[in-house]
């Protein structure tokens, strides 16, 4: 059974146990405070408990806590891990202490991954003798129901790093996504910030209210995206595809970023990009079909929602 360390016992540290221990791994967790350390377990089998109520385990959860061991020191806890995942504040200075220790005593061939939001691996781990195997594993929250993990290398990160913590992240259920350079906030936090942005915008210039926002993006754009995400929403919106979507609506997205102060025009060039990459996903003539199958899973998801109503 191949084993990862978990860094860190605070909400993430705690929903990575149960990701990896759902997938059969043997988890390790060190966390400096001994309240954390004692909580740990307890807070992985509420966790579990809701799991099961809704179907979503496979196994019974007292397997997968038995999978689980907490340590005091990160010696033990990093020993013969094939993954160390770090899931510590957000904080520079403690990042570089924890990586200078876990590169020290962690097997040469261990990926070692950071579950920062925003910190880069090269403010932290750059002067690391082993930082070739270093990157950043940003999950959503909580992971074990979102399943999206963004993979960002460093310039020095090795490539073999990152083809290793993708399988080891995909055989652990998760949708892992391939962020090609340091950008802060990534492309989790940079999409959900540009919502933020204007939500709040959109609050501060009475538009609308902070109610009525969060029902748009719930009863509305939410809903769609969770079936399919916004370039597909467009692609399917509109007939004719994405290319026929930016011709008609990109000169009104051009002027409501301009109202902002943001000029970002969809160039020809960058709209062919974008429509070659859907086309190759999706040719027009199985659009029709596209379509359809959008519009049942949103009515699973609409007949789920008034069950649980």
């Known amino acids: 059974m191949e084993k990862v360390a978990i860094v860190g016992g605070g909400s993430i540290g705690v929903a990575f146990c149960i990701v990896f221990a759902r997938a059969g791994f043997a988890v390790r967790l060190y966390d400096p405070a001994q309240e954390r350390r004692l909580a740990v377990k307890p807070e992985v089998a509420a966790r579990l408990a809701d799991l099961a109520e809704f179907g979503l385990l496979d196994e019974p959860a007292q397997s997968l806590l038995a999978r689980i061991e907490v340590f005091d020191e990160i010696a033990g806890t990093v020993r013969d891990a094939v993954l160390v995942q770090e899931c510590a504040p957000e904080r520079v200075d403690l990042k570089r202490e924890l990586f200078a220790q876990i590169d020290a005593y962690a097997p040469v061939t261990a990926v070692l991954a950071s579950a920062s939001s925003a910190l880069t691996t090269s403010s932290f781990a750059d ?30 990160t090795d490539a073999a790093a990152v083809a290793r913590a993708t399988a080891l992240y995909e055989a652990a259920g998760m949708s892992a996504v391939h962020v090609g350079g340091e950008i802060e906030g990534f492309v989790f936090n940079r999409l959900q910030g540009a919502v933020l942005r204007e939500a709040y915008c959109l609050v501060r210039d009475g538009v609308a209210s902070v109610a ?73 003539e199985e659009w029709d079909a596209r379509v359809q199958w959008r519009d049942r899973r949103l009515m699973g998801l609409i007949r789920d929602r008034r069950k649980g109503a």
């Open 127 to 156: 002067a690391l003798p082993g930082r070739a195997r270093c990157l950043v594993a940003h999950p959503g929250n909580p992971p074990y129901l979102i399943p999206v993990i963004e993979i960002v290398p460093a310039p020095f």
């Open 212 to 284: 009525d926002i969060d029902r748009v993006i719930r009863d509305g754009v939410g809903l769609r995206w969770s079936v399919t995400g916004p370039f597909e929403t467009v692609d399917l919106n509109t007939r004719g595809g994405i290319a026929s979507h930016a011709q008609k609506m990109g000169p009104a997205y051009e002027r409501m970023g301009a109202s902002r102060g943001q000029f970002d025009p969809w160039t020809p060039e960058l709209v062919e990009r974008v429509e070659a990459a859907r086309r190759a996903d999706l040719p027009l």
